[in-house]
């Protein structure tokens, strides 16, 4: 499996233990979350709802794609390989 970075938004940061940028692995989105989570436990807590689907305010971008419009969280990760989460911000 080959490393992924991740970009952590500074929301969240102090779950990654300050780190903006971290490396997991897996084969697909959902196994990246996973790594991360087993790192840093309380990733999923925040990303994910009861039932284990991706909040609707939290986006996941693998390189420039939303994964929303590929295969959500069973997007396979292959040579891009970068995640951004991306937290959706409410304003007016």
Request: overall charge negative; aromatic content about 6%.
């Given at each position: 499996?080959?490393?992924?970075?991740?970009?952590?938004?500074?929301?969240?940061?102090?779950?990654s233990?300050?780190?903006?940028?971290?490396?997991v692995?897996?084969?697909?989105?959902?196994?990246?979350?996973?790594?991360?989570?087993?790192?840093f436990?309380?990733?999923?807590?925040?990303?994910?709802?009861?039932?284990?689907?991706?909040?609707?305010?939290?986006?996941?971008?693998?390189?420039?794609?939303?994964?929303?419009?590929?295969?959500g969280?069973?997007?396979?990760?292959?040579?891009?390989?970068?995640?951004?989460?991306?937290?959706?911000?409410?304003?007016?």
């Amino acid at each position: 499996m080959p490393d992924i970075n991740v970009k952590i938004p500074s929301m969240l940061t102090r779950i990654s233990q300050g780190k903006n940028s971290v490396t997991v692995s897996g084969v697909t989105v959902r196994e990246a979350i996973a790594d991360l989570e087993r790192q840093f436990p309380g990733f999923q807590a925040k990303l994910y709802t009861s039932e284990g689907e991706l909040h609707s305010y939290v986006n996941i971008y693998l390189g420039r794609q939303n994964t929303r419009f590929m295969e959500g969280l069973e997007t396979k990760i292959g040579e891009e390989n970068e995640i951004k989460i991306i937290p959706a911000i409410a304003g007016g």
